[in-house]
């Protein structure tokens, strides 16, 4: 009698028996047909996310001059450096894995212990080194401000280079308010009050000639247009507000959808790999009590391990996309 059965017969559910669909257990088969739904919703979101960037490609942020930061190196341009360190440490959190469900096979407890342990700290390190990432996303680096047509203008030197509002924004004798929806205009708010305002980055400028306006386009060279001296001091006289990293609503390195697939997509990849730590860990334990020694079984790594996988691979299509491409 085949051990396919329905739950109406009154007969025993397949668990996994003797008739094995691929050869795969019932656990490690329900675990590929997680991996393959969530594989086609990361699909769709990094598809709109490409659709999109191609959409405003002439506004996108370039990605070498948002992720320049590295621990402990503050002021110092080190453009992907982290980033890479972070994609490295995800990689090598894939082969203590593998080497964990091998020495399952091989019913070593000891070593199963001692990867799974290291798997657990690389899935530590990139969760902490994303939410560092995004902390310095949000709170940004030089600030820009954004004109009445939502347009973003960046301010660089005569060489090119990037100058931070700090560097030439003056302190004006005037009573800034916050934003809220009492006393703002359509009932807007502001969640942080910027370091400066409009007329003080504006008088700033004029007291330093050196300094040009860079808008958001990027002509055929892939470069942010600078303007001329003249033509910044007229486009900067159209500027509404004044904007500091990024958030949902505003953006200083260039098109808001980037932030906002940004936060989104990395965010919901941080979380798969949060809930992976957060299993590893229990599993861990696992072996620590000798739970999988009297199953005389490490299936449960072997298919933790599918799923840590999984994430792995999706993180080398977003690091591709986001970074890369």
């Known amino acids: 009698m085949s051990t396919v059965a329905t739950a109406n ?32 919703t990361f699909s769709g979101f990094l598809a709109a ?87 310095n996303f949000i709170k940004g680096e030089y600030g820009a401000v954004e004109t009445k047509g939502g347009s973003l203008l960046q301010f660089v030197d005569t060489d090119g280079k990037r100058v931070a509002l700090a560097d030439f924004a003056v302190t004006l004798p005037e009573d800034r308010e916050q934003l809220s929806r009492d006393k703002g205009k359509w009932f807007m708010e502001e969640t942080t009050q910027p370091s400066y305002s409009v007329a003080e980055v504006q008088a700033g400028f004029k007291a330093h000639p050196n300094i040009l306006v860079r808008t958001e386009t990027i002509d055929a060279n892939k470069k942010k247009t ?24 505003r953006n200083e390195y260039g098109s808001k959808l980037f932030a906002d697939f940004f936060f989104f997509i990395t965010g919901f990849h941080g979380f798969h790999v949060f809930s992976g730590v957060v299993i590893n860990i229990i599993i861990f334990f696992n072996v620590l009590l000798g739970t999988y020694e009297k199953r005389k079984s490490y299936e449960m790594v072997e298919k933790v391990g599918l799923y840590w996988h999984f994430v792995d691979l999706v993180w080398v299509f977003v690091f591709t996309v986001f970074y890369l491409v």
């Open 9 to 40: 017969s009154g007969e025993k559910v397949w668990g996994g028996g003797d008739n094995q669909p691929l050869g795969a257990s019932y656990g490690k088969l329900m675990m590929w047909f997680f991996i393959l739904s969530d594989a086609l």
């Open 49 to 135: 996310y490409g659709f999109s960037r191609f959409k405003f490609i002439e506004t996108w942020p370039l990605a070498d001059e948002v992720f320049t930061h590295f621990p402990f190196m503050h002021g110092v341009t080190a453009p992907m450096y982290y980033v890479a360190f972070m994609t490295f440490v995800l990689i090598f959190s894939s082969v203590t894995m593998v080497l964990a469900v091998d020495a399952g096979h091989q019913m070593k407890k000891n070593k199963v212990t001692i990867y799974l342990f290291l798997t657990i700290i690389g899935g530590l390190i990139f969760v902490g080194s994303q939410a560092w990432e995004w902390k």
């Open 226 to 249: 600078v303007l001329s001296r003249s033509e910044s001091e007229l486009r900067l006289k159209d500027a509404s507000l004044v904007v500091e990293g990024a958030n949902l609503t």
